[in-house]
């Protein structure tokens, strides 16, 4: 509170009234005071966002620097893969030739226990070169290291390609397996190893996890799409609803389990998704539990130039 | 009198590749001498004139290309035909042999038979064209 007094004098010097004027300063103290308050917030708050603009800085950097680590590493993992992979196929050469020389008799005609003790060699050498084979597609992709060719070709002379080549599995199966195939398809654009190698997977794992029953190849094609799709349709086991995108991740099953039932490096869909990626195209699976799975290869009637 | 069979010099310095091809060969009734390096490759090439050679990538010292080249461009041994063999897979390698003036280019694995249907493939070619 502020005061100012002051006194009123007559002509005659006589003092006819004082006049007290209190002046009720609390607002103005208030206001100054909010003012302060004010200003040191602003203060405190300019001091919080130059450190917080400081943090983020500092955090952008360790965020790219973790990033040229992850891209390190990932190529150190390629370059690791690809290298073993030739480290591998060295001494299976050698595996596989002697097995094929002793097979075809160079060393003397084998008794037919021998032939058949050999067959397992020969069967099992080549079955881990696939594995090989499929960690080294897995790195060359990721490296960007996979060239695609392109070519025009048919896709029912394909489909039958791709039948005969897994007769042998077909055969061991007892499984029924058609191929059905539309009338009048289009020649296909794309990279005919791939697409072959993408069937030949989806229908070995067809028969790979369908204990009886039947599998069914359907090829088809959608003119004003200017699509083709292939699907491998089979009564197998099926795959649950929550592991439907995990079969398509690299060194993975649906059962990942040390005492899955199924072998194999889990590296099979992997490829075949980025393939078919590469080719413009999808690979997409439908199924149900025990009641068997479709996988569905979706592709452009002409695939794109690199 | 019948010609002898023809002479393949085979090149590689993992032994136990080496010998199977060179015994797989033998077999199926070609004769066959052996090197394990660029620099014997050289030697035996000059000394021997084989009618193929077939070539490791990969060999300690003069390695498979340089050897290649080098064959390549002296007049006595331009026109033997080289096989060139690698165990690695990625691409650039063959592309690199064929530069080096290899006239096929194989990827290990090969069968000891796949090798043979490419060296008589390459020879018949080679016979036909000279």
Known sequence: ?306 | MTAPAPLILVVDDFPDNRQMYAEYLAFSGLRVEEAENGHEALEKAFALLPDLIVMDLSLPGIDGWEATRRLKADSRTKRIPVIALTGHALAGHSKGALDAGCDAFITKPCLPERLLEEVRKTLATFQHEH
């Open chain 1, 1 to 306: 509170m502020e005061a100012i007094s002051g006194k009123i004098v007559s002509e005659h010097g006589e003092v006819t009234a004082l006049v007290t004027i209190l002046h009720d300063r609390t607002e103005e103290l208030e206001r100054a005071r909010l003012y302060e308050q004010l200003k040191l917030a602003a203060d405190e708050m300019e001091q919080k966002v130059r450190e917080a603009t400081a943090e983020l800085v500092r955090q952008n950097e360790l965020l790219r620097r973790s990033h040229i680590e992850i891209e390190q590493a990932s190529a150190l993992k390629s370059q690791f893969l690809a290298n073993m992979s030739h480290e591998f196929r060295t001494p299976l050469n050698a595996i596989m030739g002697y097995t094929s020389m002793l097979l075809k008799g160079v060393a003397g005609e084998l008794t037919v226990p021998q032939r058949r003790q050999m067959a397992r060699v020969d069967s099992n050498a080549h079955h881990l070169l696939s594995i090989i084979n499929d960690i080294l597609d897995i790195s060359r992709i990721e490296a960007g290291k996979m060239p695609l060719t392109l070519s025009e070709f048919e896709l029912p002379a394909l489909v039958t390609d791709v039948v005969a080549e897994v007769e042998p599995l077909i055969a061991r199966s007892r499984l029924t397996v058609t191929a059905v195939v539309d009338d009048g398809m289009p020649p296909l654009v794309s990279d005919r190893q791939k697409v072959k190698q993408i069937m030949i997977n989806l229908l070995t794992n067809a028969l790979k996890f369908t204990p009886e029953g039947s599998v069914r190849v359907l090829a088809s094609h959608s003119e004003e799409r200017g699509e083709i799709t292939v699907a491998v349709e089979d009564s197998g086991i099926g795959i649950a609803e929550e592991d439907l995108e995990k079969v398509f991740e690299d060194f993975r099953q649906a059962d990942n389990s040390p005492t899955r039932e199924y072998g194999g490096a889990g590296l099979g869909l992997a490829i075949c998704r980025r393939l078919a990626g590469m080719l413009d195209g999808q690979l997409t699976v439908h199924s149900k539990l025990g009641l068997g799975s479709t996988f569905t290869l979706l592709l452009p009637r002409v695939a794109r130039e690199q």
